[in-house]
């Protein structure tokens, strides 16, 4: 091959290596400008996804839920939220579904619609106020003067008692009183036919009720004013049980001593009767109405019911804290609420229970420990909210006063029996106060036991209605 052949092959060579460059620039170029293409229509149609959760955020507008976002290419949905929510409205139609089952419920036991239904929330609204109310508080609300307050036997009710019988007294304010003594209605329910038409305001309404009684909510409710303030009070069930055991004498009726309850069999102490048809096993539950034998969903119902009838459950063992509670309640002064303690036996009397014992008592008195146990966690949720350091401070105040009233009246503690005393409590296992000071209206009712302290306000109530029946 001659120099010009050679020369002619090499540049045809170049000519075509170039063509097939040129070639595969052309489908380098082209795929790219397709790949671009591609990602503009993926980055500016919308997603198959995109579509069908704007079609159903569409429906949910429809539908009145909550509206939810989708941008171009993401889903801003938030499904999490949406179970979320579809599960609160879920949770909010079951407890719909509960409430009106209690209601219904209610109903058939007589409970006053006024109670529950929409009031309920009024009254629970009423509860958060008043706890979270400031020092100012007082000068905002007003007194309240009408009170049923439920005496549970052997939980400090006697000692509460005293405060409502002296503001009454004392404000000249009306009374449910048997003709007699201090109880209407027990081991029978609450009737109002009990009550003596001579000691009935015109009315037929009364402002106070704080005798012992089994709850009747509809009786009950028939000699109250529609505004009346319902408060009952629990004490830890194993040492209610000691104290009513050995105050009443249970021993005499059941031949059989509290210290061998512990070997005694479950069945068989189930199976001891009402002492007196008053007074044994779930007695806080028996007082308030219910039998002492409930299933437990029985029981759970009956505490709900409670929980909504009673805008202040006290508690035994958190008296003075119960105290300040009950005063914003009502609106009362600190004055108002001082108390001293009544029908209380002394510590020295009182019986060590061991460990065994009690734990036989509790479970004897199970029906009443879900009922103390229920409402020792809300007194708990109650001082929180009303606040700790402010509580605190309430209490010491209470106490301070407290002294300076026992100072002030002269009073003294008078152990045991005594002759020399007129008024006396029901056992010489408690203590008696006597006061120096019996001019002064409040210090003599302050050391009044039950009983004399119930006559005087019976008598002064028959003085008043006789007035104002007598023609003028």
Known sequence: ????????????????????????????????????????????????????????????????????????????????????????????????????????????????EKVFGPSSQERESLRSEVLMAGDGAEAQCRPQHHVMFLKTHKCASSTVQNIFLRYGYTNNLTFALPGGGNYLGNPGLFKAGLIPKNLLPPSGKVDIFAVHTR????????????????????????????????????????????????????????????????????QMLFDLGYSDNMSVTQLRQAIEELDGLFDLVMVAERMDESLVLLRHLLCWSLHDVVVFTKNARRQEVKPTLDPQTRQTLRELNSADALLYDHFMAKHRRAVLEFGVRRMA????????????????????????????????????????????????????????????????????????????RAPS
């Open 393 to 468: 401070d309430e209490v010491s105040a209470l106490r301070s006063l407290r002294d300076e009233y026992f100072e002030d009246c002269g009073a003294r503690e008078v152990k045991g029996k005594d002759s020399t005393l007129k008024f006396k409590e029901y056992s010489g296992l408690v203590s008696s106060y006597v006061t120096s000071n019996n001019s002064d209206q409040n210090c003599l009712m302050l050391s009044l036991p039950e009983l004399p302290l119930v006559d005087t306000v019976r008598r002064k109530q028959l003085k008043t209605l006789e007035e104002m």
């Open 1 to 112: 091959m001659n120099a010009s052949t050679l020369c002619t092959k090499l540049a045809e060579n170049q000519l075509q290596g170039r063509a097939l460059y040129t070639r595969h620039l052309k489908t380098v170029v082209g795929g790219l400008v397709l790949v671009t293409l591609v990602m503009l229509v993926m980055y500016t149609t919308p997603t198959p996804t995109a579509l069908i959760l704007s079609a159903a955020n569409s429906l949910r507008d429809t539908e009145k839920f909550p509206k939810t976002s989708v941008s171009s290419g993401k889903a801003g949905y938030d499904v999490a939220a949406s179970l979320r929510q579809e599960k609160e409205k879920e949770e909010k139609e079951k407890e719909k579904e509960r409430e009106k089952q209690t209601e219904e419920r209610q109903v058939e036991r007589g409970i006053p």
């Open 215 to 282: 709850l009747n909510f509809k009786e009950h409710s028939s000699v109250l004013h529609n505004d009346t303030r319902w408060v009952t009070l629990v004490r830890d069930p194993a040492t209610l049980y000691e104290s009513l055991f050995n105050f009443f004498h249970l021993k005499n009726g059941y031949n059989l001593d509290l210290s061998s309850f512990s070997s005694q069999p479950m069945s068989r102490l189930m199976e001891l009767p009402r002492y007196g048809g008053k007074f044994g096993k779930n």
